[in-house]
């Protein structure tokens, strides 16, 4: 397997998560984001996903994109050891919280919008960091109301298993603390953040670790 990435986007940071979990072997690919215009841009990469998007994972021949959509697959083939429960009420539980980060939190301060808010409808970079944080901020609190109305958690979102949940919220997290977000109203998802960072799959896949970090 060949994973496109880089080190850190947050969505390659969920299958980066994933993989490991599951002890799967795979060659880093570099994009870099910035450098040459953004390799995402390439024709060569676009020829792999026209959206300049990554991840992408080309597994045989197999390519794949969104990062949720790669999680789902190597669960359906790589399926030990699991990160959806059996339980089909549990299942679209971790489902819909990493959906809410992925669809609801992430995509308002992915890189090509906060670029778009500078260089577009020209914001400053102090204007573009307050959007960022308030619709972090305000995503995680909804997350943190819905973990303790729900009482499902433990030391990770669905009691004290692994499950997709978790490889979605601690690449969240990692942004969150990069950009300075105030994360003390949301202890319950610090806690399970807190739990993941002591798993060898989610320190080996964070960014720092990477070959293309610095």
């Known amino acids: 397997m060949r994973l496109y990435n880089y080190f850190r986007s947050s969505a390659s940071f969920r299958v980066r998560i994933a993989l490991k979990y599951k002890g799967l072997p795979y060659d880093y690919a570099r994009v870099h984001l910035l450098n040459d215009g953004g390799q995402q841009f390439a024709p ?18 197999q390519v794949l994109t969104q990062s949720l959509a790669i999680i789902e697959y190597l669960e359906e083939t790589r399926p030990e050891p699991p ?8 299942r ?10 992925a669809c609801e939190i992430h995509p308002l301060n992915n890189l090509r919008v906060l670029r778009y808010l500078v260089k577009t409808l020209g914001l400053s970079e ?5 959007w960022y944080r308030h619709w972090v901020e305000q995503g995680l609190a909804s997350l ?22 978790d490889v979605v919220i601690v690449p969240q997290i990692f942004n969150a603390q990069r950009m300075d977000c105030n994360l003390s109203a949301v202890p319950a998802v610090m806690r399970i953040f807190d739990h993941c960072m002591q798993l060898p799959a989610f320190v080996d896949a964070q960014p720092s670790r990477q070959p293309d970090a610095g």
């Open 144 to 165: 943190e109301a819905r973990l303790v109305a729900e009482g499902r958690s433990g030391r990770y979102a669905l009691g004290d298993a692994i499950t997709i949940a």
């Open 92 to 101: 679209a539980y971790v489902r819909s919280i990493a959906l809410a980060i």
């Open 83 to 90: 990160l959806l429960p059996r339980e089909a009420g549990e």
């Open 44 to 61: 060569s990469f676009r020829a792999l996903n026209p959206d300049s998007l990554i991840p992408v994972l080309d597994d045989g021949g």
């Open 126 to 130: 102090e204007q573009k960091n307050i």
